[in-house]
């Protein structure tokens, strides 16, 4: 998107019906061109990996299908989900300002690397595929901008009023997950674990480098010390209702 409209609910928008950057006007030309490549870089990515997946369906081999482990590919069939350059995109498009309204959580499967080693790259993908879909159904009513950001991790910024119980959430994923258990044990693979992060608020550190509050979410999966029933809205956590 090149706009001169730069209010948050106009960003927020753009982000959610699939833009992967959002600059505004009066253009800067060497943002514009860092801008660029940086999309260039992607849909070069993009066409080696669907190259490999076209191979893969003519030959009918996994074999050809070839990623590795951190990076962040997009998943077929994820509705909600964006590209990850697309959401650090939207955190450089807030600004100062907009980075101290900001939250982030995450959602990583623990033994998302032992899939990736044991298993063909076809079906680690379709691993978090079926992740991605228990997210989708988990989080329906939340609004959120996801990301599947490699190393078996998804990462979201919540963009509006929630409510966020991690222990609930991720009880629930795993819980849904389970459906997915005879096809796992079927085929000798291991069924996901699922570790949900609570509500991660932005520091004064994450400004000068926004993506940091990603990595923070993802960090607090293994350390949740923060309060696990938060309401939050516009980047203040409430106390909860009786």
């Not at 960003?11 to 800067?28: C, E, H, R």
């Not at 994820?78 to 939250?103: C, M, P, W």
């Not at 993908?125 to 159904?137: G, Q």
């Amino acid at each position: 998107m090149i706009t001169s409209v730069s209010d948050r609910a106009s960003i927020d928008q753009a982000f959610k019906n699939g833009a992967s950057d959002y600059v505004t006007k009066p253009l800067d030309k060497l943002e514009l061109h860092a801008r660029l490549r940086t999309v260039k870089r992607l849909v070069d990515e993009q066409k080696h990996l669907r190259q490999l997946e076209f191979q893969v369906n003519v030959q009918a081999s996994y074999s050809t299908l070839e990623f590795e482990f951190d990076t962040p590919i997009m998943l077929p069939d994820f509705d909600r989900g964006i590209e990850f350059h697309a959401l650090q995109n939207y955190l450089l498009t807030l600004g100062v300002k907009g980075l101290y309204s900001v939250a982030a959580v995450a959602i990583c499967v623990e033994n998302a690397f032992a899939s990736y080693r044991m298993a063909p790259r076809l079906a680690f993908r379709t691993m978090l595929s079926d992740v991605a879909s228990v997210i989708e159904d988990c989080l329906k009513t939340e609004s959120l901008l996801i990301s599947y950001a490699g190393k078996g991790n998804f990462v979201g910024i919540l963009t509006g009023p929630s409510e966020w119980n991690a222990v609930d959430i991720e009880l629930q994923m795993n819980t849904m997950m389970e459906d997915f258990g005879s096809i796992y044990l079927s085929d000798r693979q291991q069924l996901p674990r699922i570790k949900v992060s609570p509500v991660v608020s932005n520091s004064l550190f994450s400004l000068t480098r926004p993506s940091l509050i990603l990595e923070r979410a993802i960090a607090s999966t293994s350390n949740q010390t923060a309060p696990q029933n938060q309401r939050y809205r516009s980047g203040i956590s409430l106390p909860t209702r009786a």
